[in-house]
């Protein structure tokens, strides 16, 4: 209700195309992504952890997710989180293990500086939407903010070797954050949550500093992915899953 009033006072417009009205018109919303694929980084970070994204990130889906993240269109949450949700679904079809008594969705997160320039914090309210909607499908997921930003530069323009180099040991867990968790029990999947895979070097970063504190991740459940990324399979096996490997789709609606 606050996003809606937040819109309605300062005037909305289509995330995408910019249409006056609705935060996202009907052609533009029909032309999102409804099911989601993995996405392996190429090459992917080695130790990496099984990723799944909704779409490529380009074209109206670059629109939405940076229309939410620096234009602070707060309603688009909504369908990112859709999004998000699928790709988490995904996942776990994938892996196909036992339903869990929990899974966590961790968001990644962002620099302190960047939350204030901003005022809000992209990929917990994604990951809010994405969790709230999981539940009413039945998948026991909550949100959990495990992972703080210790510093790094802008990534924009780095290559994944020098994304890689300066995200190292940028992510710390939460003070507290590890123990607690590591008292829940060993079923407890971790799921990391971001907005777009690019190299996997901030997945990657994120995974370590949570398996450095004992706790199990399974997957990274992104909204987008750069085109190079997108329906892509890793070389070699998935422990579990038959090579060669050719993943199933989830649609955003059960």
């Not at 629109?63 to 620096?70: D, S």
């Not at 060993?186 to 450095?212: C, K, M, N, Y």
Request: one cysteine or more; charged letters at 20%.
């Amino acid at each position: 209700m606050r996003d809606a009033w937040l819109d309605l006072l300062l005037g909305s417009s289509c995330g995408v195309c910019g249409l006056p009205g609705r935060i996202l018109c009907d052609l533009c919303e029909s032309s999102l992504p409804r099911c989601a694929s993995v996405a392996w980084p190429t090459p992917p970070p080695p130790g990496l952890a099984l990723p799944v994204a909704a779409g490529e990130y380009g074209g109206g889906l670059r629109e939405l997710i940076n229309a939410h993240k620096e234009r602070q269109q707060f309603s688009l949450a909504k369908p990112l989180g859709a999004m998000l949700a699928a790709s988490v679904r995904t996942l776990l079809a994938t892996l196909g293990e036992a339903q869990p008594e929990t899974c966590l969705l961790v968001p990644v997160p962002s620099r302190g500086v960047v939350i204030r320039t901003r005022g809000h914090d992209p990929m917990l309210r994604v990951s809010r939407h994405a969790a709230g909607l999981l539940r009413k499908w039945g998948h026991p997921v909550v949100v959990g903010r495990l992972l703080r930003s210790a510093g790094a530069v802008d990534q924009t323009g780095l290559r994944a070797e020098e994304r890689r180099a300066n995200l190292a040991g940028s992510m710390r867990c939460t003070p507290g954050a590890a123990a607690g968790r590591r008292t829940r029990p060993p079923e407890a999947h971790l799921i990391i949550a971001d907005d777009v895979l690019t190299t996997g070097a901030t997945a990657r970063e994120a995974q370590r500093a949570l398996e450095d504190c004992g706790l199990l991740v399974v997957g990274i459940a992104t909204i987008a992915a750069t085109s190079k990324q997108v329906a892509t399979s890793r070389p070699g096996r998935i422990p579990g899953v038959p090579y060669p490997f050719h993943p199933p789709t989830t649609s955003v609606y059960p």
